[in-house]
């Protein structure tokens, strides 16, 4: 089975802190995502990645960065954290193979169990 | 732009009834369809996907979806709930060519005795 490995489920953290949140899966995907997660809005894209030390924003990047030194790994930074950042932020990979080919396999989006942040 | 909708914000169900949850997407092509469930606390679970073909598909935990081109929908379904499917489902969709996703806000489901 594919997992996805959020290492800190829950965090509190001060106004103006610098946040890490960090990511693991152990399937060899290419494809790593950041999800923020707040009630009535779903789910929406902060930052993903196709390959190592490349990265692409989403659609709500303001107040974020991302790190992708290796292919395993993708974690998400908070530079100074604000309450307007407590939430719960979901992890994701996927794979590329077959991806745009004439045998497009579609491939699933595999999510981790998440990481509840309260910046207070 | 993709975008997806699902109408339902809550929905209670009687243990044993059927369920029908709504997703509407908006999107030019043949989308990627994606249903998934989240626990309280927990990350999400796939239940079932849409590519292509059988435009009936069925899932994990005996639910199963219906992709209707005409009416731009794919509403996810249960005959007989359990209490353990109280949870909140997510329909998503995706470019054929990318492996962005977009959500739709949820719908929450609640299984009364």
């Known amino acids: 089975d594919v997992k996805v490995t959020q290492s800190s489920r829950y965090l509190v953290k001060r106004t103006g802190e610098k946040v890490f949140l960090e990511c693991v899966q152990d399937?060899?995907?290419?494809?790593m995502f950041w999800y923020r997660q707040d009630p009535g809005l779903g789910l929406r894209l902060i930052y993903f990645?196709?390959?190592?030390?490349?990265?692409e924003k989403g659609d709500i990047p303001e107040g974020y960065s991302v790190s992708r030194e290796k292919k395993e790994r993708f974690s998400l930074i908070l530079e100074s954290a604000s309450t307007n950042q407590t939430s719960m932020y979901l992890c994701?990979?996927?794979?590329?193979?077959?991806?745009?080919?004439?045998?497009?396999?579609?491939?699933?989006?595999?999510f981790g169990e998440g990481s509840w942040l309260t910046v207070v | 732009a993709q975008s997806v909708t699902q109408p339902d914000i809550h929905i209670t169900v009687s243990e044993g009834a059927s369920l029908e949850l709504r997703c509407n997407y908006s999107?030019?092509?043949?989308?990627?369809l994606f249903w998934y469930v989240q626990s309280p606390g927990q990350g999400l679970q796939l239940l079932l996907k849409y590519f292509s073909g059988d435009t009936l598909v069925q899932g994990i935990k005996g639910f199963e979806a219906e992709f209707k081109r005409s009416q731009s929908s794919f509403n996810l379904r249960k005959p007989s709930v359990h209490w353990s499917d109280a949870a909140e489902y997510f329909c998503a969709v995706r470019n054929t060519g990318f492996q962005k996703l977009v959500f739709g806000t949820g719908t929450r489901l609640l299984v009364s005795p």
């Open positions: 399937m060899d995907h290419e494809n």
């Open positions: 994701a990979s996927s794979s590329t193979s077959g991806l745009g080919s004439n045998i497009d396999s579609g491939n699933t989006i595999y």
């Open positions: 999107y030019g092509a043949t989308p990627y």
């Open positions: 990645s196709y390959d190592v030390k490349m990265k």
